[in-house]
């Protein structure tokens, strides 16, 4: 692999262990609307769209409310995610310090990446953020607009780094090499194994030791 010169990073499960966040606010803003409990698999089984999409999905009686409270218990609750995976920090200044051109493509809103990102004083690290959208997953968009931003570095030279098969899915699509985060509980290795990712590392500590060699 060439000398890295950009990084685009996933949020949830990849810079923090905010998807039991996630979770626990779309259960408190959606069961009062729609009268019954949900579980973690049917939310998650809507995951894809930005958490606008999902809300559609599980109550679209009650979309603007829906939205509305999603957002008020995601940015009131975020104490149960209170800091970024140990180690993020230390990487995003050491990747800043080295010149490497540093931005985010996620799958949520621009409203709650923005709330996570402030909460956790990292916003000014990245240079470009692309969100997700109501309608559907577009990660690789979001990549390929990155990478027609930085015009004079080949995608041979950025690495996307997330926690989920649709990210190894995503970064094949527009031909970036593509790191798969394991270090999050809510990780499924096997399945970012049986996807042939550039690399894999369950520990931040890893993936430090190796980015350090790369930039």
């Not at 041979?156 to 798969?180: L, M, Q, T």
Request: net charge negative; with cysteine; hydrophobic share 40%.
């Amino acid at each position: 692999m060439q000398k890295i010169k950009a990084v685009i990073f996933d949020l949830d499960g990849t810079l923090a262990n905010t998807l039991p966040l996630c979770i626990q606010a779309f259960r408190k803003s959606v069961e009062p609307l729609i009268n019954r409990s949900i579980s973690d698999d049917e939310i998650i089984a809507k995951f894809g769209p930005s958490e606008e999409g999902t809300i559609m999905a599980l109550a679209p009686n009650h979309y603007n409310k829906g939205v509305s409270d999603y957002l008020h218990f995601y940015e009131s609750l975020h104490e149960m995610c209170p800091s970024p995976f140990d180690g993020i920090k230390e990487i995003l200044e050491t990747l800043k310090n080295n010149g490497v051109h540093i931005s985010m493509v996620t799958g949520k809103g621009k409203h709650s990446t923005d709330i996570s990102l402030k909460y956790f004083g990292l916003t000014h690290f990245f240079e470009i953020i692309e969100t997700g959208s109501p309608d559907g997953a577009r990660k690789a968009a979001g990549i390929q607009i990155i990478l027609n931003a930085l015009k004079d570095i080949k995608s041979d030279e950025v690495i996307y780094v997330g926690d989920a098969s649709s990210d190894i899915i995503a970064s094949r699509k527009v031909g970036v090499p593509v790191v798969a985060a394991a270090w999050a509980e809510t990780a499924e290795p096997e399945k970012l194994k049986e996807l042939k990712p550039d690399e894999l590392f369950y520990t931040m500590k890893d993936f430090s030791n190796w980015m350090a060699d790369k930039i």
